[in-house]
């Protein structure tokens, strides 16, 4: 349920529906805009009558949530959500946000040379994995802890922020002094245990879709990071597993502007894992600038044929540089901006 309140309610008012809603048996959760105050009440009651809260002094209305993600849906925050990351990054604003970098960190000489590639054409956010969780035991599995520190060095050099996955609950607490934003993998979407940690946690989490999942499960595995507190959690559309076979996935274009109908909460793409193929990573990227995305997470490698991983689908910096320029074409026409190239020293 959630409980629109009148501009200008008082805390009186608000602390008495609060108590009302608790009574009933439900979990509160407190959203404060710049008019208004919006409460989301969690439960199973679902016999409760409406009008017991819309006759409460200071209520404006009072909506049934059918969908079973409450705190995810679009009803909870009408005008949706800005994800602040660091200081100055906002997700679900009018900037289509960029993030680049390698599949995985390598060496401190390599990312290095990346985070300078990328910093050069506006990138705010340095992509890189540390842990690398591979179809294949003998595939390259990551630097752990020392990718971290890399990556931190060269994102500091360069003034960009860290983004990187975290695989296990018990990374949290260290990789909470590298990362700016916390990944959840697509194999890792239905961990709920390491969910239910980052619902603990004050820093923001960047949610990739399961291969397999629907969007529902997907908003619902939102919704297990958002019932533990945290409510900066921006979506990332990363392709799903289809019957076709002549790309890595399905790059599900169609799910950006859903989600968006469905939940307050930003939505990014990452053409780059679902084409598996740089020549396809381009127009994929636009494609999804076009449909609305909040942000692009893009592999970019200066040397992506020496790449220990994912080398393929990473773009040369080149590439990269006539992808930026064509999307600072592309998000001004769906009444977006997007970042300016920089000069790094």
């Not at 209520?59 to 100055?88: C, D, M, T």
């Not at 994912?310 to 080149?318: E, F, N, T």
Request: aromatic letters at 6%.
């Amino acid at each position: 349920m959630v409980v629109v309140m009148q501009e200008g309610a008082t805390e009186e008012q608000i602390q008495s529906v609060i108590v009302r809603l608790m009574r009933m048996g439900f979990d509160i959760h407190r959203s404060t805009g710049a008019l208004q105050t919006v409460l989301g009440g969690v439960g199973s009651n679902p016999d409760f009558d409406t009008r017991e809260i819309e006759l409460l002094d200071g209520v404006q209305e009072v909506h049934r949530i059918l969908a079973p993600y409450k705190l995810a849906s679009r009803h909870f925050r009408p005008e949706g959500s800005i994800v602040q990351v660091g200081n100055g990054v906002a997700f679900g604003g009018p900037e289509v946000v960029m993030m680049a970098g390698p599949c995985s960190v390598e060496s401190l000489e390599q990312i290095d040379a990346i985070a300078a590639v990328v910093a050069r054409q506006g990138v705010r956010v340095l992509r890189g994995g540390a842990f690398k969780p591979r179809t294949s035991p003998y595939s390259f599995q990551g630097l752990g802890y020392k990718g971290l520190e890399y990556m931190r060095q060269a994102a500091d050099r360069y003034k960009l922020l860290v983004v990187s996955e975290v695989m296990d609950h018990t990374q949290i607490p260290t990789m909470l002094e590298y990362v700016d934003l916390l990944q959840v993998g697509t194999r890792n979407m239905q961990n709920f245990n390491l969910l239910k940690e980052l619902g603990k946690v004050n820093k923001p989490v960047l949610l990739k879709r399961g291969i397999s999942a629907t969007v529902e499960e997907w908003l619902l595995s939102a919704e297990y990071i958002m019932s533990g507190g945290n409510y900066n959690v921006v979506l990332c559309e990363r392709g799903i597993r289809t019957f076709e076979n002549a790309t890595r996935n399905t790059l599900d274009v169609s799910a950006i502007p859903l989600v968006h109908k469905l939940s307050h909460l930003p939505v990014i793409a990452d053409p780059s894992h679902a084409m598996g193929r740089r020549d396809f990573v381009l127009p994929m990227a636009r494609a999804a600038v076009a449909a609305g995305a909040d942000g692009l997470l893009l592999e970019v490698h200066h040397e992506p044929e020496k790449a220990l991983s994912d080398g393929p689908q990473a773009l040369y910096p080149q590439q990269f540089e006539e992808l930026v320029a064509e999307l600072r074409l592309i998000a001004p026409a769906v009444g977006r901006t997007f970042q300016s190239s920089v000069t790094c020293s």
